[in-house]
């Protein structure tokens, strides 16, 4: 399996948008708006992270724009000092694909939340994965609604026992890397909001990217789901359980690294072994660069909803054209081709004229 | 058929009638070609200078099983030397090219009027399938009309068979039979017909060619053989000087979005999802990416609009298109636009609701939910264009008022006026209206702070400033929470979210629209009909025919439904009577009898189909009698 090379010109994702060498810092993009987020709330980690990392993109502050539905995540644009808009519940990536089409200098950002991208807006959130629109989706994934007070999510564990849900819920959830990686999406990762290292190498590979990032954000509400994802937090057990990807190494994981994945030669599928068992060169080497979903999607079905293991970074990352990039180009190619004569598109080819008397 | 103007006879001894005006109507299956019949003969009566409206009648399945009534497909189109305003109540003539088609539209011929039937199709089996136990071809119940009965399928196999071309193909032309033997009967010129078949058809020049022989082959069966005595001309009308072109609603609302984007000098974001009876109005837009348009084909309506308007907030003129059940789910969006006072414009081309409803058929009845189908005090500006032309202007209007006071503005059109079609007096470009927009650069808080207030207003317009991302120093944030005025941070203060509420309606209520003018050329009628939209034809034609019985009655048609042109009070006031009809349970009736507290009488009918002329002379009869009493 390879990419396939389309013939396009391989872009950049902050192509087309304007840079500056003016020193910027974290300080910059802080907004005047008081940050409403419950204390410890794993949001703030994430926002400090944002807002240390772009400054590293030299980009112009004025050509960012963050777009959000609606959820206690979704609240981050107020607090950027960018351009953004809190748009309506699960419609962000339809609101950024407009803005993304018509805007090619913009570095468009979206943030949401388990409730907002899987539930209200799945169907958006499907369909620009598959469009490939050069967006950067922070999904930020604390498995519960934290907004409407409680109430389960689609990433919820069955059996979750709320305020709607005395009896425990029923659905199963959704593993969103995997809906991504179902979906196409040319870029998927994976990061936890604790791991501000971690975190921050996702997102600058997502920002790299041309084409639709998702990135997944494990999410701590203390208020709501305390403790939701504590085990990848606990030294000594997040060892055991964190996987993290390296583009072009061995995967593997451990204290000591004497875990990994390996392919089962009788059935395909991939698998955690103990290296010792299987030796390192039975290792899988990851690439995040095959075209073919499937490699990743089983990467992603390594964890499950117990966290026994959890897999890290950037699952894929490969080239695609992107919608609004394809979009301009059929702008531009008709542009070309035929004058923008307004006058004679109204005439038309069947005129006849009245004469005066 | 209408008045004769003058007889005389052709130099080969058939009489030559010259009529006034026609009413045609095609219907047969919808496998048939009924519209492109229709519009083919619609092309020829423009090309030969007629005054022209349409009216097409199709089910809303792609193929309904065929010869059924479900099935049936029609075309109206009346032509005439004078302006007309409708596509007319009833045909004169009636072409009926199978028994349901017959069936379905037999009713609406009034007695000696012309029919002509494709007598292929009366099988014993096509004649059960919708119920006729006789065939009505061969008993007297077709007596009271002049019949002329063509056996249009064999004929056109006849005159196709040394083409080589299958039976079935062969037979398919026969529409294009019926096209040409219409056409020696009114005189219509053939060559744009003939030049459009070797087009539309250019890469199956043999099907070209078939279509060209079953037409010609039809204007010859008139020609030759002696089943038609007369032919009718209608002469050119006289309609005001300049050119003119044949226009569908749709194809004009395209138009006008071009249109608005080249005035604007903004690129144009159309957002949309495929709808009866919008899609369209996608399709136009499509073809003219030349213009810096882009369309795109959202997963939904909710994404269509959002994508609109998340082009708006870029700075771009974002459009949407639907049809009611599309403007109810994007309802929400439309709240969001209005709380971030973005500039927005939904084409929403109503049809038979509710629900599902029925997608092919017109109505008037999303007036309401234009109006208020929002949560909270959410409103918006509200067009409605008159005719098929009519959507060119109404679509400029919507863009100005869009851009102006950085709004959303539903524009309503219908069925009626989206696929009918009538004549367009091309308009000057150069007279075409400004719409540039000045976008913010500069801070402008008032407190010298040297930041940027995105929901600081014009003083005028209570318009705010139009910031997009890009521009340096204005970095703004908006959105749907409620807005703090002036500096646009959030806001739960409850005397702001007062002032806000009533700042968004006040903006909405002091845009500058014109007065509605009042059509009485007697200056001395004491009932006022008044219209919205797309009855603008029947209301204006049903008001002329009371006239012409030596009647009064004055006509006022409104094409800003919010707000309301700011002299309607006052002419509501002066009239004795103001009857109100519309297609639906009376939605604008409600509207002015709320506002402005005048008896408005609402005549109202819901069938799918727009008035008839003869209809509403009855009814504004029976007003202007009652005041006369
Ligand atoms: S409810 Fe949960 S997710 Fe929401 S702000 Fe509070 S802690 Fe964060």
């Not at chain 1, 425990?168 to 501000?196: I, Y």
């Not at chain 2, 019949?37 to 009648?57: C, I, K, M, V």
């Not at chain 2, 082009?311 to 403007?327: D, I, K, Y």
């Amino acid at each position: 399996m390879t990419t396939i090379d389309l013939g396009l010109p391989s872009l950049g994702g902050l192509d087309g948008v304007p840079t500056t060498e003016d020193k910027q810092t974290a300080k910059d993009y802080k907004s005047d708006q008081e940050v409403r987020w419950c204390p410890g709330c794993g949001d703030y980690a994430v926002l400090a992270a944002v807002q240390s990392f772009l400054p590293q993109l030299g980009l112009k502050r004025e050509n960012i724009t963050f777009v959000s539905g609606i959820g206690c995540s979704s609240r981050f644009p107020y607090y950027m000092n960018t351009y953004g808009m809190h748009s309506i519940h699960g419609r962000a990536p339809a609101i950024a694909t407009g803005l993304a089409v018509s805007r090619p200098d913009l570095s468009v950002w979206v943030v949401t939340g388990d409730g907002d991208a899987l539930s209200i807006g799945g169907n958006h959130l499907i369909h620009t994965l598959r469009r490939n629109v050069n967006l950067k989706i922070l999904l930020f994934n604390n498995r519960i609604y934290g907004l409407t007070k409680g109430q389960y999510s689609p990433t919820s564990e069955e059996g979750k026992v709320t305020k709607s849900t005395p009896m425990g819920s029923l659905d199963h959830p959704f593993n969103p890397v995997s809906l991504a990686l179902g979906a196409e999406a040319t870029f998927v990762g994976r990061a936890l909001d604790s791991d501000r290292k971690g975190l921050t190498e996702v997102l600058q590979a997502a920002a790299e990217h041309r084409g639709s990032a998702l990135v997944e954000i494990y999410q701590n509400c203390p208020i709501f789901n305390d403790g939701a994802f504590e085990v990848l937090k606990e030294p000594g057990e997040r060892e055991q359980r964190i996987i993290p990807l390296r583009h072009g190494q061995p995967i593997r994981f451990g204290p000591a690294g004497e875990h990994g994945v390996v392919r089962n030669p009788a059935t395909g599928m991939l698998e955690v072994a103990e290296v010792a068992t299987v030796g390192e060169q039975a290792l899988v080497v990851h690439d995040t660069t095959l075209d073919d979903p499937s490699y990743s999607f089983a990467l992603s079905r390594l964890g499950g909803q117990d966290l026994t293991h959890t897999v890290t970074g950037v699952f894929r990352s490969v080239s695609r054209p992107t919608y609004d990039d394809l979009a301009r180009e059929q702008v531009h190619l008709a542009q070309q081709s035929r004058r923008a004569d307004l006058r004679s598109l109204l005439r038309g080819k069947d005129t006849w004229t009245v004469a005066g008397d | 058929m209408s008045t004769d103007v003058g007889n005389g006879a052709s130099p080969e001894g058939t009489e030559v009638r010259k009529l006034d005006r026609v009413v045609i109507r095609f219907a047969g299956d919808s496998g048939d070609g009924m519209q492109l019949t229709g519009d083919r003969f619609t092309s020829e009566a423009a090309a030969f200078g007629n005054d022209l409206a349409t009216l097409p009648n199709f089910p809303a399945e792609i193929r309904a099983p065929q010869g059924t009534l479900p099935g049936v497909s029609s075309f109206q189109l009346h032509f005439a030397d004078y302006d007309i305003l409708t596509p007319g109540d009833r045909p004169d003539v009636l072409v009926a090219m199978n028994p349901a088609a017959l069936k379905a539209n037999i009713a609406d011929l009034p007695k000696g009027g012309t029919l002509i039937v494709n007598t292929d199709e009366f099988t014993k089996r096509n004649l059960t399938k919708v119920g006729y136990d006789e065939d009505p071809l061969e008993n007297d119940s077709l007596a009271a009309f002049n019949v002329h009965k063509v056996a249009m399928a064999t004929l056109t196999k006849g005159a196709l068979e040394a083409t080589g071309l299958s039976k079935k193909d062969a037979e398919r032309a026969k529409n294009m039979f019926a096209l040409g033997l219409l056409s020696w009967m009114y005189h219509r010129p053939t060559e744009g017909t003939e030049r459009f078949l070797r087009e539309k058809f250019a890469r199956q020049p043999d099907i070209a060619e078939a279509n060209v022989l079953a037409f010609r082959a039809g204007w010859n069966y008139g020609e030759t053989t002696e089943s038609f005595a007369v032919t009718y001309q209608v002469a050119p009308a006289k309609l005001a000087t300049g050119t003119y072109r044949q226009i569908t609603g749709n194809t004009a609302l395209a138009y006008g979005i071009v249109a608005a984007g080249q005035q604007s000098g903004l690129p144009v974001v159309l957002g949309t999802y495929p709808i009866t009876p919008a899609s369209d109005v996608l399709h136009e837009l499509a073809k003219h990416k030349n213009f810096g348009i882009t369309t795109l084909q959202a997963e939904d309506e909710i994404a269509g609009i959002g994508a609109a308007l998340g082009a708006s907030f870029g700075g771009a003129l974002g459009v949407t298109s639907t049809s009611g059940p599309g403007v109810a789910l994007k309802s929400e969006t439309i709240g969001l636009a209005v709380m971030t006072e973005l500039p927005l414009i939904v084409l929403a081309i109503q049809r038979g609701g509710p629900s599902t409803g029925l997608p092919t058929k017109t109505e008037q009845a999303d007036l309401l939910q234009a109006m208020f189908g929002r949560n909270g005090e959410s409103p918006v500006a509200i067009i409605a264009p008159m005719s098929p032309a009519d959507c060119f202007d109404a679509a400029l209007e919507a863009a100005r008022i869009a851009l102006t006071y950085r709004t959303p503005v539903i524009l309503l059109s219908d069925g009626a006026i989206a696929n009918g079609s009538e004549p367009w007096l091309i308009p000057d470009v150069d007279a075409l209206p400004d719409l540039s927009v000045e976008f913010a650069s500069e801070p402008n808080a008032p407190d010298g702070s040297g930041e940027f207030w995105p929901y600081l207003r014009d003083p005028e317009t209570l318009a705010r400033p139009w910031a997009v991302p890009g521009t340096p120093g204005l970095q703004h944030r908006i959105g749907g929470l409620e807005k703090a005025d002036g500096t646009g941070n959030i806001s739960y203060d409850p005397d702001n979210h007062d002032k806000m509420v009533r700042l968004r309606q006040a903006k909405i209520d002091g845009i500058t629209v014109p007065d509605v003018v009042v059509d009485d050329p007697s200056g001395k009628a004491r009932v006022l009909v008044v219209g919205w939209g797309s009855s603008f034809g029947p209301i204006g034609a049903a008001c002329r025919r009371v006239r012409r019985l030596g009647m009064t009655v004055a006509h006022a048609h409104l094409r800003h439904l919010n707000p309301f042109p700011d002299n309607l009070g006052e002419v509501l006031a002066s009239y004795d009577r103001v009857v109100v009809p519309e297609m639906n349970l009376g939605q604008l009736a409600l509207l002015l009898r709320a506002k402005y507290l005048v008896d408005a009488v609402s005549y109202t009918k819901v069938a799918g189909l727009p008035f008839k002329a003869e209809e509403l002379q009855n009814v504004l009869i029976d007003f202007v009698q009652g005041v006369a009493q």
